[in-house]
């Protein structure tokens, strides 16, 4: 649905009483609204917020321009874990790759697929740390996952499955660890609470109060999470 200058994907949905906007990390934009909601209805509500969706939009679009291309090239920053390292490329590396002080350090034959090996290094780096992290806060939320796994999502930071599995992206790990203790509260209320209900966002308040300005954090920079 065109509306000024916006391009709005419009969806339904019979849980929604409310027309919502969403705003993609990419910039583009999709409203949900109640199943028998009409075209027109749905037309003169996003016509009332058409400012406030093109200011939003107009600020996701310069974080996404702030966004640093990364090139593995010495010198070039990478993140772990909420700091920044930057890469030094070595041919007497011991390692595929390692952190070295405030550095990344690359072997060199390794530079030919090095996406591949920092892949590889924040999965193998970030699995313990984030079952460490899952079993202190299953102890607050009262859930356990069957499972926990390191993979690609996606556009998904994490997600859970009706077997109680939990995965969380390769990503996640170049975040602070206050996101990543978010991430893993939030997917752990889910075991609990499969949809996104008062009771689940209530129980994610009891544990972590500031989880807005987690989602937030995501929201406005989680595009910096990235090896592109």
Not at 49 to 65: D, F, G, M, P, T
């Amino acid at each position: 649905m065109k509306i000024g200058d916006l391009e709005i994907e419009i969806r339904r949905s019979k849980r929604r009483k409310t027309i919502t906007v969403n705003i993609e990390r990419d910039g583009s934009v999709n409203a949900v609204a109640p199943f028998d909601c009409d075209d027109e209805t749905i037309r003169k509500e996003l016509e009332t917020r058409e400012y406030l969706i093109s200011k939003h939009v107009a600020n996701r679009k310069a974080v996404n321009k702030a966004y640093i291309n990364r090139n593995f090239i010495n010198g070039q920053a990478f993140l772990f874990m909420g700091q920044s390292y930057n890469l030094l490329i070595d041919d007497t590396a011991k390692k595929a790759l390692e952190i070295i002080d405030d550095k990344f350090v690359l072997n060199e034959k390794y530079l030919p697929k090095a996406k591949e090996t920092f892949i590889r290094f924040y999965k193998t780096k970030g699995l313990p740390y984030i079952k460490e992290r899952i079993e202190y806060f299953s102890k607050m939320v009262g859930r356990e996952p069957a499972s926990v796994k390191i993979m690609e999502l996606g556009a998904h930071w994490a997600s859970c499955t009706p077997s109680h599995n939990v995965n969380f992206h390769w990503k996640c790990i170049m975040a602070k660890p206050m996101i990543i203790d978010y991430l893993v509260v939030h997917e752990l209320t889910h075991l609990r609470y499969p949809q996104h209900t008062r009771q689940f966002w209530d129980s994610v308040f009891s544990v972590m109060p500031n989880y807005k300005e987690c989602e937030q954090w995501l929201h406005d920079y989680g595009v910096t999470l990235s090896l592109d």
